[in-house]
Every structure is written in structure tokens, then in C-alpha cells.
């Protein structure tokens, strides 16, 4: 096969144009079980299609677009999940299980999309039906999407530095399970109220630290709170509210924070250098369809941050992931 270069840029064009129809083949790949069936061994696209019980036909366009996405290898005609496939999308691999997060995506945030020109018309969001079964898609698919954030900001952030850590009106109590996982000396609270505390509580004993949490049940902004902490974390909570709460949050997390502590503000935000990370940008427009909220500019919550109190030192791009602003203590 030879391959040629393309001059003009029209191919990126197309590329980007068509990137729904790569992620419905996934989503259709997800819910057949496409992967769980390859987790018995490699398979021609017959063996595929009697695994599964669907057409040949289905099963070879299925197949070929993963495979020339990277998530399937075809050797000899047969396929086989690639090791990112393999983890993450058969049910029974070593790492976290991405397929409710893709039901999310499918299910809820998709159908939004479809709609995505109203909303950029007008800035407002889509109604947003969580009846029925649809709540628990919901939460089941964010709650996976942040563990994923969790995992991944584990894996580049040092935890053992900190003794004392406070997860301050978070969204999901995956990030300070990962933190209190990863340093056995670390002791942690999530501040939060009703069913995301409730839910906050159930990841840290999940994970099996939950004897070295507390849940401290009450309004983040105006509730009493212990100080002292070495770490403060704010995670996924800048894109939920405007300036003025954010603010707020800054001055709290400073309030309750010991001297010389830091803080790690983990969200999506927007920038202004020449090249914006895409993460960032696509999820400025999924909060605005989804539910009206915002993805704010990175030098703007860098003011909040110093307004409060903090002095921002780093940024931390998290790979697929929201980037997490490093704070000091002043």
C-alpha cells in the first residue's frame, strides 16, 4: 500500500467531520460485545459474528474500524483487542472498566449533540431527561469518567508529600481514594452534601481506605469546617459554578488550609496559547449541551486563586484527562 501525502489539509477536514461516525461504531462495538467476545481469543469476522450472534457483514465493518482505530489488531484476517481494549473495554481486564462511561456517552450526552446548533445559537443548554433508567446512566457514566481522571492524576501527582488532605465539594470520591491509596500515611475528608457525599463515601470504602476518611457532611462554602490541612483539592468543581462561587472557593480552601499548603484545582479549562488542548475545548462545548455549565479560562481561575490567597506554581496536563492547577499557600 503506498501513502501519499495530503497537500491541501482536506484530509484533516474529513477526518474531524466524520469523528461521529468512529465514535457510534464504538458505541455499537461496546454494546454488542464486541471486546468481551475477542477476550476469548483471536477470531476471523465469521468466528466474531457467531460469537456474538450478529451479521458477518456487521461484524467486518465493526471489526476493521476499530482495528483502523487502533483499539483492535487484525493479523491473517483475524482480530484481537489491542492492550488499551483489553484493559479497559472487555469487563474482565486489569484496569477500569470504560464501557458505562461509554453508555454515558451514547445514551445522554450524544443525543444532546444533535441539537449542539441550538445551543451554540443561544448559549442553553438542551432539556435534559434524567427519567427512568437515565439518572443511572448518568452517574454511573460520570462516576466512571472521574475515576478515570482519578487513576490518571494518581499516577502523576506525588500524594505521599501530604499528610492531611480535605476534597472540598468535589464531584466524585474517587480522587481522594486514588490519593489515600497510593500513600498509605495520608489521612482525608470530602466535604460534601446528599447523594455526592453519599457516593463519596461508598468509593473511599470501596477502595478500602475508608478508615482513613471522613465525610463531612455539610455546604462546602458556609458549613464548619476542621483547618490545618496540608492539601486541598477542588476538583471538577470550577466548571459548576461562575466567579464570584469560585472565589469563594478559593477563600474556603485557603480558610481551612495550613501554611505552605497546596492546593490542586483539577477541571477543564480554556487558554490562550496558539495551540488549545482539544480535551479542554470539546469540553467547554459537553457542559454548555449537557447542562449550561462552563469551562473557564485557565488565567482566570489563576486570578481567583491569587485573589484568595494562593500562589499558582504549575500546571499539570493530564493525559485525555482535565489539567490540574498546582497552588501554594501564601
Same mark, same amino acid.
Given at each position: 500500500?503506498?501513502?501519499?501525502?495530503?497537500?491541501?489539509?482536506?484530509?484533516?477536514?474529513?477526518?474531524?467531520?466524520?469523528?461521529?461516525?468512529?465514535? #457510534?461504531?464504538?458505541f455499537?462495538?461496546?454494546?454488542?460485545?464486541?471486546?468481551?467476545?475477542?477476550? #476469548?481469543?483471536?477470531?476471523?469476522?465469521?468466528?466474531?459474528?457467531?460469537?456474538?450472534?450478529? !451479521?458477518?457483514? &456487521?461484524?467486518?465493518?465493526?471489526?476493521?474500524?476499530?482495528?483502523?482505530l487502533?483499539?483492535?489488531?487484525? &493479523?491473517?484476517?483475524?482480530?484481537?483487542?489491542?492492550?488499551?481494549?483489553?484493559?479497559?473495554?472487555?469487563?474482565?481486564?486489569?484496569?477500569?472498566?470504560?464501557?458505562?462511561?461509554?453508555?454515558?456517552?451514547?445514551?445522554?450526552?450524544?443525543?444532546?449533540?444533535?441539537?449542539?446548533?441550538?445551543?451554540?445559537?443561544?448559549?442553553?443548554?438542551?432539556?435534559l431527561?434524567?427519567?427512568?433508567?437515565?439518572?443511572?446512566?448518568?452517574?454511573?457514566?460520570?462516576?466512571?469518567?472521574n475515576? /478515570?481522571?482519578?487513576?490518571?492524576l494518581?499516577?502523576h501527582?506525588?500524594?505521599?508529600?501530604?499528610?492531611?488532605a480535605?476534597?472540598?465539594?468535589?464531584?466524585?470520591?474517587?480522587? /481522594?481514594?486514588?490519593?489515600?491509596? &497510593?500513600?498509605?500515611?495520608?489521612?482525608?475528608?470530602?466535604?460534601?452534601?446528599?447523594?455526592?457525599?453519599?457516593?463519596?463515601? #461508598?468509593?473511599?470504602?470501596?477502595?478500602?481506605?475508608?478508615?482513613?476518611?471522613?465525610?463531612i457532611?455539610?455546604?462546602?462554602?458556609?458549613?464548619?469546617?476542621?483547618?490545618?490541612?496540608?492539601?486541598?483539592? /477542588?476538583?471538577?468543581?470550577?466548571?459548576?459554578?461562575?466567579p464570584?462561587?469560585? /472565589?469563594?472557593?478559593?477563600?474556603?480552601?485557603?480558610?481551612?488550609?495550613?501554611?505552605?499548603?497546596?492546593l490542586?484545582?483539577?477541571?477543564f479549562?480554556?487558554?490562550?496559547? !496558539?495551540?488549545?488542548?482539544?480535551?479542554?475545548?470539546?469540553?467547554?462545548?459537553?457542559?454548555?449541551?449537557?447542562?449550561? &455549565?462552563?469551562?473557564?479560562?485557565?488565567?482566570?481561575?489563576?486570578?481567583?486563586?491569587?485573589?484568595?490567597?494562593?500562589? !499558582?506554581?504549575?500546571?499539570?496536563?493530564?493525559?485525555?484527562?482535565?489539567?490540574?492547577?498546582?497552588?501554594?499557600?501564601?
Amino acid at each position: 500500500m503506498s501513502v501519499h501525502r495530503d497537500a491541501s489539509g482536506a484530509a484533516r477536514i474529513v477526518e474531524v467531520a466524520t469523528g461521529y461516525m468512529a465514535a #457510534k461504531q464504538l458505541f455499537a462495538a461496546t454494546e454488542i460485545g464486541l471486546f468481551t467476545a475477542l477476550a #476469548k481469543g483471536p477470531a476471523s469476522a465469521a468466528e466474531l459474528a457467531a460469537r456474538i450472534g450478529m !451479521p458477518e457483514r &456487521t461484524a467486518r465493518i465493526l471489526a476493521d474500524a476499530m482495528a483502523a482505530l487502533g483499539l483492535l489488531t487484525r &493479523t491473517g484476517g483475524r482480530y484481537d483487542n489491542a492492550p488499551a481494549a483489553a484493559r479497559h473495554l472487555t469487563g474482565g481486564g486489569e484496569d477500569l472498566d470504560l464501557r458505562p462511561f461509554l453508555t454515558f456517552l451514547d445514551t445522554i450526552s450524544y443525543p444532546h449533540w444533535l441539537g449542539f446548533g441550538a445551543s451554540a445559537r443561544t448559549a442553553r443548554p438542551a432539556p435534559l431527561d434524567l427519567g427512568g433508567d437515565r439518572m443511572e446512566i448518568f452517574l454511573t457514566g460520570v462516576m466512571t469518567y472521574n475515576a /478515570l481522571h482519578a487513576r490518571t492524576l494518581a499516577a502523576h501527582y506525588d500524594f505521599t508529600a501530604h499528610r492531611r488532605a480535605l476534597d472540598l465539594g468535589g464531584l466524585s470520591g474517587a480522587f /481522594l481514594a486514588e490519593a489515600l491509596r &497510593t500513600a498509605p500515611a495520608l489521612r482525608g475528608a470530602f466535604c460534601g452534601e446528599g447523594e455526592l457525599a453519599e457516593l463519596a463515601m #461508598k468509593a473511599l470504602q470501596e477502595t478500602g481506605v475508608g478508615e482513613r476518611a471522613e465525610l463531612i457532611e455539610t455546604d462546602p462554602l458556609t458549613g464548619d469546617l476542621p483547618t490545618g490541612f496540608d492539601l486541598v483539592l /477542588l476538583e471538577h468543581v470550577v466548571h459548576r459554578f461562575g466567579p464570584e462561587e469560585n /472565589l469563594r472557593f478559593a477563600e474556603r480552601a485557603r480558610a481551612v488550609a495550613a501554611p505552605d499548603a497546596t492546593l490542586l484545582v483539577l477541571d477543564f479549562f480554556l487558554d490562550a496559547d !496558539p495551540a488549545q488542548r482539544l480535551v479542554d475545548a470539546l469540553h467547554a462545548a459537553e457542559y454548555l449541551v449537557i447542562d449550561g &455549565t462552563r469551562v473557564h479560562p485557565e488565567d482566570e481561575v489563576r486570578g481567583w486563586l491569587a485573589a484568595a490567597g494562593w500562589e !499558582p506554581r504549575q500546571t499539570l496536563c493530564l493525559p485525555g484527562c482535565p489539567r490540574v492547577l498546582v497552588a501554594r499557600a501564601r
